[in-house]
């Protein structure tokens, strides 16, 4: 059994004669015939019965098509696969990211990119900045992006972005008229924070700490974004990255810069570099354009 066998198989299967089988093949009928034949003997199956001119496909040969057409989707998903590696390094990307940029911006930033990539997949992976580590490290995802790199070298990581965080309070709130809050306007304040462990609550709570504010630490939350609806729902005050505080625009929340600022930052987790691609490298420079445009900073700030 070789290819060419399968290929006259598959066209007097899908075209219904062997004549039209010999004009999609560019050749001749006898030769189409000459190689049903070699099919059938090479497999034991008896693959059609002939009516006059007509063939008719036996229950043999309908089953042995469905095996073919399987085999042939195979080779259509190869085929695609080889297309977009010669083109763009790799036909899928999988980013990993902590809930901060995962929720936020990385579907924003991949949307602006797939927009120019149409045939392109792309998975996007949520979790803690260990298991994001995890799964860059073990090649499960192509790059993952997180606030702090962890036990990560300094060649598999690189700071994208210092992002001002922003102050959410509830409309309702008497600071709500202020043009900016500071430390000192939260003095006393219910604060809405992260949870214990978070690199950002850590970080948050040491420049407290030497401003020598205190808050009344009494709700915390998982992620940025619930702590933004606890605001709205007149919890407290947070602090948040402004893609997330601006997701939660529509809700009864004012968003005002914090003074002096208290900058998130974002860094890219690479694998091995000999596992990193191409289209891993273009869709970095796709979220330092992202930053630069929508949120008006750089990695450089």
Same mark, same amino acid.
């Given at each position: =059994? $070789?290819?060419?066998?399968? !290929? #006259?198989?598959?066209?007097?299967?899908?075209?219904?004669?062997?004549? #039209?089988?010999?004009? #999609?093949?560019? *050749?001749? %009928?006898? $030769? +189409?015939?000459?190689?049903? #034949?070699? @099919?059938?003997?090479? *497999?034991? @199956?008896?693959?059609?019965?002939?009516?006059?001119?007509? @063939?008719i496909p036996t229950q043999e040969g309908q089953a042995f098509f469905q095996e073919v057409e399987r085999?042939? +989707?195979?080779?259509?998903?190869?085929?695609?696969?080889?297309? $977009?590696?010669?083109?763009?390094? *790799?036909?899928?990307?999988?980013?990993?990211?902590?809930?901060?940029?995962?929720?936020?911006? &990385?579907?924003?930033?991949?949307?602006?990119?797939?927009?120019?990539?149409?045939?392109?997949?792309?998975?996007?992976? +949520?979790?803690?900045?260990?298991?994001? !580590?995890q799964w860059v490290k073990s090649q499960f995802c192509d790059i993952g992006l997180v606030v702090h790199p962890g036990d990560v070298s300094s060649e598999q990581s690189e700071l994208l972005a210092m992002v001002p965080a922003v102050c959410v309070l509830p409309v309702s709130h008497p600071l709500a008229e202020r043009e900016h809050i500071t430390f000192t306007d939260l003095e006393g304040e219910t604060f809405v924070s992260l949870c214990h462990g978070d690199g950002t609550r850590a970080l948050v709570d040491g420049l407290f700490e %030497?401003?020598?504010?205190?808050?009344?630490?009494?709700? !915390?939350?998982?992620?940025?974004? &619930? $702590?933004? !609806? =606890?605001?709205?729902?007149?919890?407290?005050i947070t602090l948040a990255h402004p893609l997330v505080a601006r997701d939660y625009q529509h809700r009864d929340i004012v968003i005002r810069p914090f003074k002096p600022d208290i900058l998130f930052p974002t860094y890219v987790i690479w694998p091995a570099a000999h596992a990193r691609t191409r289209l891993a490298e273009e869709f970095v420079e796709t979220l330092k354009d992202f930053y630069e445009n929508v949120l008006g900073v750089s990695r450089e700030r």
């Open positions: =059994m $070789n290819l060419r066998q399968i !290929e #006259a198989f598959r066209s007097v299967m899908r075209l219904g004669s062997m004549t #039209a089988a010999a004009e #999609a093949l560019y *050749t001749s %009928q006898p $030769n +189409v015939s000459r190689l049903i #034949a070699q @099919l059938e003997l090479s *497999t034991g @199956l008896s693959l059609f019965k002939r009516a006059g001119v007509r @063939l085999a042939y +989707v195979g080779m259509d998903s190869l085929r695609l696969s080889a297309k $977009n590696i010669r083109n763009l390094g *790799t036909g899928r990307l999988r980013v990993a990211a902590v809930p901060s940029t995962g929720l936020s911006m &990385i579907p924003r930033a991949l949307k602006a990119f797939t927009d120019s990539r149409p045939e392109l997949t792309v998975s996007l992976h +949520v979790n803690s900045s260990q298991t994001v !580590e %030497q401003a020598g504010v205190e808050r009344v630490m009494a709700v !915390e939350a998982q992620y940025s974004a &619930i $702590n933004c !609806e =606890m605001v709205a729902l007149g919890m407290g």
